[in-house]
Nanobody
């Protein structure tokens, strides 16, 4: 299993970034996927999740990103996306793509078994 994130970088407050996660080595469409983030000195937290096939088309967003971030998946391309708009300085963190062991959305770190290497997002003027 391999998960490779891209798309991070520096953005100004109010700006946008789009993260991508290329997945390989497993049946991507089957499993729920998630985006997590970890800021220095803080625990890793879920940002958004999307269910796998058979789990409906459900999505989940952490309260602070609702209405600003959108998680999508392209099962034909084995790719997960996170569109981030109206970025704030508090969104600064290392962002990780992760594969769940479940079909339905999960929120806990220990419910995900494979992780990407992370991509840095920095929001600053």
């Amino acid at each position: 299993v391999q998960l490779v994130e891209s798309g991070g970088g520096l953005a100004q407050p109010g700006g946008s970034l789009r993260l991508s996660c290329a997945a390989s080595g497993f049946t991507f469409r089957t499993y729920a996927m998630g985006w997590f983030r970890q800021a220095p000195g803080k625990e890793r937290e879920i940002v958004a999740g999307v269910s796998g096939s058979g789990g409906g088309s459900g999505t989940y967003y952490e309260d602070s990103v609702k209405g600003r971030f959108t998680i999508t998946r392209d099962n034909a391309k084995n790719t997960l996306y996170l569109q981030m708009n109206s970025l704030k300085p508090e969104d600064t963190a290392l962002y990780y793509c992760a594969k769940s062991t479940y079909v339905f959305i999960r929120r806990r770190v220990d419910e995900y078994d494979y992780w990407g290497q992370g991509t840095q997002v920095t929001v600053s003027s």
